[in-house]
Nanobody, 122 residues
Framework: QVQLVESGGGLVQAGGSLRLSCTAS????????IGWYRQAPGKQRDWVAS???????NYAESVKDRFTISQDNAKKTVYLQIHSLTPDDTAVYYC????????????????WGQGTQVTVSS
């Protein structure tokens, strides 16, 4: 059974940084990637970054200069480092499990965690 637990959110001032964590269990078989998503109030949930077990990464264009995804396979944890936070980054951040195939083939499924709230004050 896949379980994902996000943590590390909080209230920060604009310009600050945060590191979010996603601790995973039950990631077996075809699942070999973790993705981070965010959902702002009243908006759809959007993908922001992903990483494969082998270390391949992918970022949404809008965040690639400020977000860094990394992992510690021994701890089964994926991190999302966010720099230069702005109020537009305010959202609930979720991680999800998926599959990274050859090339740029990424597929994510509905293995959502409970999310972690990030609030950025101006």
């Amino acid at each position: 059974q896949v379980q994902l637990v996000e943590s590390g959110g909080g209230l920060v001032q604009a310009g600050g940084s945060l590191r979010l964590s996603c601790t995973a269990s039950g990631i077996t078989g075809r699942l070999n990637a973790i993705g981070w998503y965010r959902q702002a109030p009243g908006k759809q949930r959007d993908w922001v970054a992903s990483i494969s077990r082998e270390g391949s990464t992918n970022y949404a264009e809008s965040v690639k200069d400020r977000f860094t995804i990394s992992q510690d396979n021994a701890k089964k944890t994926v991190y999302l480092q966010i720099h230069s936070l702005t109020p537009d980054d305010t959202a609930v951040y979720y991680c999800n499990a998926g599959y990274k195939g050859s090339g740029s083939n990424w597929t994510f499924y509905n293995y959502w965690g409970q999310g972690t709230q990030v609030t950025v004050s101006s």
